[in-house]
């Protein structure tokens, strides 16, 4: 009786380990392939608001007649300009 319930131990076990192992192979065959790395982007040229000197990326400034700023306001506030 001893044997017997050792025996079944180890069949439960095998088929634990063998069911998980197919598990993972099944589950390696549906995911997508792995993404090549991402090409590394360029550093964006950051400037300096001339109201508050808060730095922002230059393609998100406004323009002024005097330099960038952070917002219309600040543009307007500094060089007295209406919009």
Known sequence: MKYLLVL??????????RKNRLDD???AK????????????LPTVMV???HCGTHLPESEAVQGRQG????????????????
């Open 48 to 50: 300096a608001c001339l």
């Open 25 to 27: 192979k099944t589950q």
């Open 8 to 17: 079944a131990v180890v069949w439960v076990a095998y088929w634990v380990w």
């Open 30 to 41: 549906r995911s997508p392939p792995p993404r090549p790395p991402a090409a590394p982007q």
């Open 68 to 83: 960038v700023y952070c917002s219309p306001e600040h543009q307007q506030l500094s060089e007295g300009a209406g919009p």
